[in-house]
C-alpha cells in the first residue's frame, strides 16, 4: 500500500514514521510512503502556499494551486472514479471539519492500494480543494490542532498496522478496542482471547503474578479458557459501559453480553444508593 502526503513541513515526518510497525512495514516492503513539499510546486521566488481570503477574516489560507499541481502530478484519477464505489485509490484533506476518523474507517482505508493526505495549515485550505480535488475530508477528533500533520500521522499509523504482514500476529489487530473485525482461528486449541466486535479491549496482565501486593486475576491463571473468555468479555463490557457508554449502541451484542450489561447496571445501581 502506498501513501502519499502533501505538506508545507516534510521534516515534521522524520521522526513519528521511523518507528514501531510503521517503520517495520516500511523495510519489509508492505507499505511505502512518499513525502510531498507543496512549497516544490509554487512559481514564485518566496514560494508562497498561502494567502489572505476573499472577504476578510483573521489568518492566512492555502492556496490552491500548489495542492492541485502536487496532487496532478501523482497521475491520480479523476475525482469522479476516485469517488465511485470499488477506487483503489483516495484522497483525504485532514481537516476539523471532516467526518470523524475512526477503526471502520481505517479499516476502509486499508483496503486502497494509494491514500493521498492533505496536510491543512493556517486557518484552513481554499475550499475548492474540498470539492473538487479530495474525496472526502477528515477530522481525527474534535479539536483543532495547528495542521494535518499530526493527523496524517496517527492516520497512517492506525491503516499501516492493518496491512497484512505488518503485524506479527495477524489476530491481534481483530482483538483490540473498536475492531469492527472477527478474530480468525487457526488451531483446534481452546480459545480464551475474544473478538472486540466495536468495545473497548478487555484487561491484559503479565508476569510477575503479584507485583507490588497488586495481583492478577485468579480467573486468568486457572487454565480454564472458558471462564477467561467469560471474564475478558465482561470487563470489555464494564469498561465500555464505564468510558464510552456511546460504543454500547453500535455494536452487536449477544444474549451474554446483555445478560451481563444487565449484571454490571445492577451492581452499579448498588453501588450509587
Known sequence: MKFEILTIFPDFFQGPLQHGIVRRAREAGLIDIQIRDLRAFTSDKHRTVDDRPFGGGEGMVLKPEPIFECAESLALAPV??????????????????????DQGMAEEFSQLERLVL??????????????HL??????????????????????????????????????????????????????GAPDATCASGGLLDYPH????????????????????????????????LEKTLRNRPDLLHEVALSEE????LAELGNERGAKIK
Open 80 to 101: 469522479e472514479q476516485r469517488r465511485a464505489p470499488g477506487a483503489r485509490d483516495s484522497v483525504v484533506l485532514l481537516s476539523p471539519q471532516g467526518e470523524m476518523f
Open 134 to 187: 479530495s474525496d472526502r475530508e477528515v477530522s481525527v477528533g474534535d479539536f483543532v490542532l495547528s495542521g494535518g500533520e499530526l493527523g496524517a500521522a496517527v492516520i497512517i499509523d492506525a491503516v499501516a498496522r492493518l496491512v497484512p504482514g505488518a503485524l506479527g500476529n495477524e489476530a491481534s489487530s481483530k482483538q483490540e478496542s473498536f475492531s469492527s473485525r472477527q478474530a480468525v482461528k487457526t488451531t
Open 257 to 260: 453480553d446483555k445478560s451481563l
Open 205 to 236: 496482565y503479565t508476569r510477575p503474578a503479584d507485583f507490588r501486593g497488586m495481583p492478577v486475576p485468579e480467573v486468568l491463571v486457572n487454565g480454564n479458557h472458558d471462564e477467561i473468555r467469560k471474564w475478558r468479555r465482561r470487563r470489555a
Open 118 to 131: 492533505i496536510c491543512g495549515r493556517y486557518e484552513g485550505v481554499d475550499e475548492r480543494v474540498a470539492e
